[in-house]
């Protein structure tokens, strides 16, 4: 367990470092598709594996509901991210990382809000 948890946060170190490469770069103000896209950009340069826009899998009474809940983005399988534009956090952004955390059973979740005038302001890490 202690040798993942040590991958997690190489990742999601790195997935911070990228973030605020593109942040650097773009600033606060734009819409999360525009960040999501700059993010997936220098997440290539970096060559960091990613997934976007993964679908959630919902069940209820063992039946598959088709909800339409999307991941933004999940790196290497073992982190999941969420972007945001917003003015601040709110309980209902952690509560949707959680959700994604224990619908897919990945352990580790970043809340990314580019809104922030600086971006490490604008970072939590959640943790199951």
């Not at 525009?34 to 060559?47: G, V």
């Not at 919902?58 to 290497?76: A, K, M, N, P, S």
Request: aromatic residues 6%; hydrophobic residues 40%; glycine residues 6%.
């Amino acid at each position: 367990m202690e040798k993942k948890n040590q991958t997690q946060d190489a990742l999601s170190s790195s997935v911070i470092g990228a973030a605020i490469e593109v942040h650097k770069v773009l600033g606060p103000g734009l819409l999360e598709s525009a960040y999501q896209s700059a993010l997936e950009a220098e997440f290539e340069h970096q060559q960091i594996s990613f997934e976007s826009q993964v679908p959630v899998p919902v069940t209820y009474r063992d039946r598959r509901l088709d909800c339409g809940y999307r991941l933004d983005l999940i790196i290497d399988n073992q982190l999941i991210v969420e972007i945001k534009a917003v003015e601040a956090f709110l309980p209902v952004h952690q509560a949707q990382l959680l959700t994604y955390l224990k619908l897919t059973g990945i352990r580790t979740g970043l809340l990314l809000n580019f809104n922030s005038v600086l971006l490490r302001d604008g970072i939590k890490r959640l943790r199951l």
